[in-house]
């Protein structure tokens, strides 16, 4: 009589099969979860811009006018930010709805530490503001995901 030994073990083309399952299932996990991370910032990016855009509504209300910031120069992003929170905040009504804005959009990175904050988007870049007199309402500019202001992926308030 024969005697037959049976080995239990992995081949390298198991192995192979294994670890191409588990790239498989960790590109999709990735994916999935980049997709809703985009699509948290999107919204949180809308939130802002209605907050802000009933701040602004409010100020327009109690001033009948809007805070003039007639250049378009993203270079000074920060500076227009800036002016927009400090004017937003002279007004009682327009301040109490700034209070509802996560303090992690609100950062001084750009001026002195004494003075007003700019509002950041949530990727980190700084919002710009823009209103010409004469224009129906003011409008707000996020540089998007890219994080570069004049880009297809720019949000705006309009």
């Known amino acids: 009589m024969r005697s037959h030994e049976y080995k239990f073990g992995t ?14 299932l960790v590109s999709m ?66 301040r109490k709805l700034l209070e509802q804005i996560n303090d992690l959009f609100l950062k001084n990175k750009a001026g002195a530490v004494d003075t007003s904050p700019e509002i950041y988007d949530p990727w980190g870049t700084v919002l710009d503001y823009i209103y010409v007199k004469g224009d ?10 890219d994080k570069v202001f004049g880009t297809a992926d720019d949000i705006s308030s309009k």
């Open 29 to 94: 996990v990735v994916g999935v979860t980049s997709r809703i991370d985009k699509r948290s910032k999107e919204k949180g990016m809308n939130n802002i811009f209605t907050l802000l855009g009933g701040a602004l509504q409010e100020y327009y209300e109690y001033t009948g006018k809007f805070p003039e910031q007639p250049e378009k120069n993203f270079a000074n992003a920060a500076a227009h930010s800036e002016l927009l929170l400090t004017e937003l905040r002279s007004i009682p009504s327009s």
């Open 11 to 24: 081949t390298l083309i198991e192995m192979v099969i294994v670890v191409a399952v588990i790239a498989i």
């Open 136 to 145: 129906t309402f003011p409008k707000l500019i996020s540089a998007g995901p």
